[in-house]
């Protein structure tokens, strides 16, 4: 019991929102993610618990497709577009929960 108390909570993935060239992922704690890179898809690895879903978002005019999907006990972000994307992430404290904004352009 005692240590459940000092466990801290775990991070869970509360929204996702679509906005002008990227995504606003909201979470109860600060999301500490790794970015990845493979064959110009850009991907954000998250430590999260979350339910699985995918969208569409526009990147300087163009149609790119995002998806969160489970592997083991990570939620991986995929953002695929027809060009290669670059991506820049931050996270901030919003009300006390964390919002973590992800702007993408195309390389």
């Not at 979470?27 to 970015?35: A, I, T």
């Not at 489970?70 to 919003?94: F, T």
């Amino acid at each position: 019991m005692i240590g459940r108390l000092l466990q801290p909570d775990p991070l869970w993935l509360e929204r996702v929102e679509v906005i002008e060239q990227g995504l606003e992922l909201w979470f109860n704690v600060e999301p500490l993610p790794r970015e990845e890179h493979a064959g110009g898809v850009f991907i954000l690895r998250l430590q999260s618990f979350g339910r699985q879903q995918q969208g569409q978002l526009h990147v300087q005019g163009r149609l790119a497709n995002w998806r969160l999907q489970r592997e083991r006990r990570d939620l991986l972000l995929r953002v695929v577009a027809a060009r290669p994307l670059r991506g820049e992430w931050r996270a901030e404290e919003v009300d006390g929960r964390w919002r973590l904004t992800v702007s993408l352009v195309e390389q």
